[in-house]
């Protein structure tokens, strides 16, 4: 039966419902195409499915040749006159030609990007609000609207047919001096990957510098005010090399890659969002928000990366990402051959138990954890064994490579299936917030309880081997 107050309150609902239908209308039909032949010529083969991506990149070929999927920004006599505001709205295709303005290709290669005219960073979400905002005088949408993501498909696709890659920095552009590289501080792998490709130029230099710095360490280019949450992750130890090695996630195949279909969520997923997702997952840490500097300066990093290796936009580059490997030659995988794998080529670089900090110091830094609670949490790529099967395999023990690995396939495997059965932290989308906190101090009180009893038993001589057992 339902409540005194349940009735009114559903009337209420229905009444807003018949008038949001009357004044905006309801235009969405599940499995409706609308027609349009230059939209097809437009696209060609890049509509091979019917899947989330091509969809919206249909709806994105139609919201720049027709101003009517921009109804819902447009300000003026909202209400009463909307069909006259609609007919003196050119749509975008009008003045993104490519002499008037920059053709969506071209655009989509410019950012994220430094503007000095008005001393901020921007990306496409943010030129497309401008545009609807300033051209249109409309109102400002939200940067994860779906019509921003919309244009975002779209123009990828668009500079994806063209072959283009990124525009970050032009060769007339002045490369930073001695004393500006320097006041970066950067670290030694860093100064590889500059020496390599030359410094960074132009307005965008200091965005590339920076986000460098937060690939090869997290914790400490990061904003300080977020730094009580330790992790003792940073995005090296998957992005290998600076983030720029294959078969290790390289951040400039990503670059050219995204936005890309992630089937676990079920929907597209955009540059920012992707090293959000890290952060709060791979790291163990907050999903810092998309307007966070450091998501910036990492994205304008990656691009940098792509466009100085020359890769092209939307192109599938051998060793993207991280191979997933499955169960070989039907013997299936052991938590015990696991361990013995372990024991034989990972316990001295990552300790134990897995939990790092406690091997070797390896290029300037202790091994990061693998297990225990300052390793990646459940969500993470690499929480999946198959996952991270296909990342030992081409990349440890250190030394390994896609020519010449150290391991089988079977022992990566096994090596794999047993650090999953070791626990790492809780599932961050599963779990109260609350909860996760408290189970994040329980789990630093055992790591801190550890330590001092390992470094007690080192000093009287006596192993701790059995306690681990």
Request: with cysteine; proline share 6%.
């Amino acid at each position: 039966m339902l409540a005194k107050w349940d009735l009114p309150a559903a009337f209420l609902i229905a009444a807003l419902s018949l008038i949001f239908i009357q004044v905006v209308g309801w235009d969405y039909e599940p499995g409706r195409t609308i027609e349009c032949e230059d939209c097809a010529a437009d696209i060609g083969d890049d509509m091979p499915r019917a899947g989330h991506v091509e969809d919206m990149l249909w709806r994105g070929a139609l919201a720049v040749r027709d101003v009517e999927p921009l109804r819902r920004y447009l300000r003026p006599n909202r209400l009463f006159n909307l069909d006259d505001d609609l007919e003196e709205t050119r749509p975008c295709l009008a003045c993104h030609d490519g002499q008037t303005a920059d053709t969506f290709a071209t655009m989509w290669t410019k950012f994220p990007r430094y503007n000095p005219e008005k001393e901020r960073y921007e990306d496409f979400a943010r030129a497309i609000q401008d545009e609807l905002k300033l051209r249109y005088n409309g109102t400002l949408p939200v940067r994860s609207d779906t019509r921003i993501t919309l244009f975002y498909i779209y123009a990828y696709t668009k500079a994806k047919q063209a072959g283009l890659t990124f525009d970050v920095e032009s060769v007339g552009d002045p490369a930073l001096s001695d004393e500006e590289f320097e006041s970066f501080t950067p670290p030694k792998r860093c100064r590889d990957i500059f020496a390599k490709y030359g410094r960074p130029r132009g307005p965008n230099a200091e965005a590339v510098m920076r986000g460098c710095n937060l690939i090869v360490d997290t914790h400490a280019n990061t904003n300080p005010m977020l730094r009580f949450w330790r992790t003792d992750v940073n995005c090296e130890s998957c992005h290998r090399n600076a983030g720029n090695q294959p078969y290790a996630s390289s951040i400039a195949h990503g670059a050219v890659l995204l936005p890309i279909m992630m089937t676990p969520l079920n929907r597209p997923i955009r540059f920012n969002r992707r090293i959000l997702m890290c952060y709060a997952r791979s790291l163990n840490w907050f999903d810092l928000g998309r307007d966070a500097p450091e998501i910036t300066y990492i994205r304008i990093y990656a691009n940098w990366l792509a466009q100085k290796q020359d890769f092209r936009i939307g192109k599938l580059y051998k060793g993207r990402g991280i191979q997933m490997m499955f169960d070989t030659q039907a013997r299936g995988s052991s938590i015990l051959a696991g361990e013995r794998v372990y024991q034989n080529y990972c316990v001295g670089c990552h300790g134990k138990n897995g939990w790092g900090g406690q091997g070797n110091v390896f290029l300037g830094r202790q091994p990061p954890p693998i297990t225990g609670p300052n390793a990646f949490n459940g969500t993470a790529t690499t929480s999946r064994r198959e996952r991270l099967a296909g990342f030992v395999y081409y990349n440890m023990p250190p030394g390994s490579s896609a020519e010449a690995p150290v391991l089988t396939v079977q022992q990566a495997l096994d090596v794999s299936v047993y650090l999953a059965a070791l626990g790492r932290p809780s599932d961050f989308t599963k779990t109260n917030q609350v909860a996760t906190f408290m189970n994040y101090l329980w789990l630093k009180t055992i790591d801190k309880v550890f330590r001092n009893k390992s470094h007690a038993a080192a000093e009287d001589g006596i192993s701790t081997e059995e306690d681990d057992q």
